[in-house]
């Protein structure tokens, strides 16, 4: 069974830059896995910030960039901001159909 | 404007079924690929299934296969999930998601989601 790896939580100052990390229980993730970033708010319906490792979706700031970074996907922030608390999930496709997420970064700006 | 507009959460009882679905508008439904997602209360997101853009294909989480089935009717714009034998742990708010064009397995739309609440 295929377990998706994420940091639990993460804090950033605002004005920094973090780095969070979706990583495999065994493995490496490389773009083959079409890596996926989601941001999500409270009582929000998640959004689409990343996708297949380092496209950005429409209206997202260039802020928000993803890479491969070791044997792992990563969703840099920069220049963080107050509004960028949120819960941030990584999904990763497996092959045969099947998407597996990640548990969640909740991403703390104080 | 994407659309995708969710119906026919509830209350149900465990080993009930109940149907969602999911009227799409903004877009050419039977371009793309369609998935279910859904979060438990105060859970992460959890993948369920995916159909591929011509219905040809259909995949699911182990935690439902054999009990969820995906489906969509590409001439109504409508995706659906019928969940059968409802269990506790399904309890949770089901998103209907539009994948990426000519990409069927990467989730980049999400509607707002549908409750479901299995309780006796």
């Known amino acids: 069974q295929t377990v998706v790896t994420q940091e639990p939580s993460f804090s950033v100052s605002p004005g920094g830059t973090v780095t969070l990390t979706c990583g495999l229980s065994?493995?490496?993730?490389?773009?083959?896995?079409?890596p996926t970033w989601y941001q999500q708010s409270p009582g929000q319906a998640p959004r689409t910030l990343i996708y297949?490792?380092?496209t950005r979706s429409s209206g997202v700031p260039d802020r928000f960039s993803g890479s491969i970074l070791g044997n792992k996907a990563a969703l840099t922030i920069t220049g963080a901001q107050a509004d960028d608390e949120s819960d941030y999930y990584c999904v990763l496709y497996v092959g045969n159909g099947i998407s597996v997420f990640g548990g969640g970064t909740k991403l703390t700006v104080l | 404007q994407v659309q995708l507009v969710g119906s026919g959460g509830g209350v149900v009882q465990p080993g009930r079924s109940v149907r969602l679905s999911c009227a799409a508008s903004g877009f050419t439904f039977n371009n793309y690929g369609m998935h279910w997602v859904r979060q438990a209360p105060g859970k992460g997101l959890e993948w369920v299934a995916v159909i591929w853009y011509d219905g040809s294909n259909a995949y699911y989480a182990d935690s439902v296969k054999g009990r969820f089935t995906i489906s969509r009717d590409n001439s109504k714009n409508t995706l659906h999930l019928q969940m059968n034998t409802l269990r506790a742990e399904d309890t949770a708010v089901y998103y209907c998601v539009r994948a990426l064009r000519y990409f069927d397995w990467v989730l980049e739309y999400w509607g707002q989601g549908i409750l479901v609440t299995v309780s006796s």
């Open positions: 065994s493995g490496s993730v490389s773009t083959n896995y079409y």
């Open positions: 297949s490792t380092n």
